[in-house]
């Protein structure tokens, strides 16, 4: 009976099933591990690289075949073809390693540099090329998104790169992606959001809040979408704009009523007359019949008779409305130019007896002044003399 109260009670449906386990343990393959010897066949894998990148691949070859040759594997660089290629040897002895030298020189071939490609031959690390030229048709908003996942001094790539400990480099229309697989996965749908219009610092604020909330071991065996944010996906529809925007109104109403009330003023704004738009659009009267349909250039031809000429009278009359068109400039132009010869408008000179009463008028206006002066100068030379 103690023996039956010690042993604990198991559920009969989950007796033969296994815990889940979170994370394997990549062990390295050496060359012991390869109990079948040398490969019977020989593999190879081939790929273009694009004309700016010849003269790098052309320097820091010795470094490649350096790092590929500790693997047994040889490569060659073909310069006047444009490609690259590496295959396997009678020295090879992991399998895996072709797949690793082939992604290798897919990645020097999208503008990775050396020192950071060869670090694909790692067991623990992945690649992943994201082709993004075909997800938006337009030039213009293909390079603003494009743009956006590198962000301004490169600020969202490098939350991106530290968030999922990833090399991520954005070169034409693909994205170079080197990391864990795991992280790949992330990375991949972030660029991909972006392309669709999805701004990637919603995707950086979701996994900045995973990892905090990785570091709870209570949070572990839960469920964490209470503490992930939800955005909007679908845009709203017009009547829930105006809906919305009429709330807002009233809600604007009801207060400045309640603050006109608060002073002892009377309030004059509604919420019904805040609502209501100040003039409606008149309706179209529906008519069930199409608009009449406007005249071909030929229906005009033939309404006028041009189009039953012949080629040589259709020339003419091509002609003499030109020298018409000619003759109107040539007037208009003489018109102008005359107009820089025309003599001013000159007052015609007073006869020579008008000018002599004019004359006349002026001395008899102006000599009554001059006698009085007479006068007093003879007052003051007699009064001069007596002295």
């Known amino acids: 009976m103690a023996e039956d109260e010690t042993t604990p009670i198991v559920n009969k449906n989950k007796r033969h099933r296994k815990e889940k386990r979170t994370a394997w343990k990549v062990e390295?393959?050496?060359?012991e591990d390869n109990i079948g010897g040398t490969f019977i066949e020989e593999s190879s894998f081939a790929t273009l690289f694009p004309k700016y990148r010849e003269k790098y691949l052309k320097e820091s070859w010795g470094t490649v075949t350096r790092a590929l040759e500790s693997h047994g594997v040889a490569c060659t660089l073909d310069l006047i073809h444009g490609?690259?290629?590496?295959?396997?040897t009678r020295k090879t002895w992991d399998p895996y390693i072709i797949l690793k030298a082939r992604d290798m020189i897919k990645l020097l071939a999208r503008g990775v540099t050396v020192v950071q490609a060869v670090k694909i031959l790692e067991d623990s690390m992945a690649c992943d090329i994201i082709k993004i030229g075909g997800l938006v048709r337009n030039k213009e908003r293909f390079v603003k998104r494009r743009q956006r996942i590198i962000g301004p001094d490169g600020s969202t790539l490098k939350a991106i790169e530290l968030l999922t400990g990833c090399y991520v480099l954005v070169q034409g229309s693909t994205v170079s992606v080197m990391g864990p697989f795991k992280a790949l996965k992330e990375v991949r749908r972030i660029i991909l959001d972006c392309m669709k219009?999805?701004?990637?610092?919603?995707?950086?604020?979701?996994?900045?809040?995973?990892?905090?909330l990785a570091k709870d071991p209570k949070l572990a065996t839960e469920s964490w979408d209470r503490f992930l944010p939800r955005f909007r996906k679908k845009h709203l529809s017009t009547s829930d704009k105006t809906a919305k925007k009429n709330e807002r109104l009233a809600e604007h109403a009801e207060k400045q009523a309640e603050v006109a009330t608060m002073n002892g003023e009377p309030s004059t704004v509604t919420a019904e007359s805040s609502s209501k738009p100040s003039e409606k659009p008149k309706k179209k009267v529906y008519t069930p019949f199409p608009p009449a349909q406007l005249p071909r250039k030929v229906d005009l031809q033939m309404e006028s008779g041009e189009y039953f000429l012949k080629a040589?009278?259709?020339?003419?009359r091509i002609a003499?409305?030109?020298?018409?068109?000619?003759?109107?400039?040539?007037?208009?132009r003489q018109s102008e130019r005359a107009q820089a010869f025309v003599a001013?408008?000159?007052e015609a000179e007073a006869p020579v007896e008008e000018k002599r009463k004019k004359k006349r008028k002026a001395d008899t206006a102006e000599g009554e002044a001059p006698s009085k002066k007479k006068k007093k100068h003879k007052e003051v030379t007699i009064a001069n003399e007596s002295e």
Not at 197 to 212: A, S
Not at 320 to 332: D, G, I, L, M, V
């Open 320 to 332: 003499a409305a030109r020298k018409e068109k000619q003759a109107e400039t040539t007037k208009k």
């Open 83 to 88: 490609s690259m290629s590496v295959r396997t």
């Open 197 to 212: 219009n999805i701004h990637p610092i919603y995707r950086i604020k979701e996994l900045m809040i995973r990892r905090e």
């Open 28 to 31: 390295t393959f050496k060359q």
């Open 312 to 316: 040589s009278e259709k020339e003419a």
């Open 344 to 346: 001013p408008v000159e």
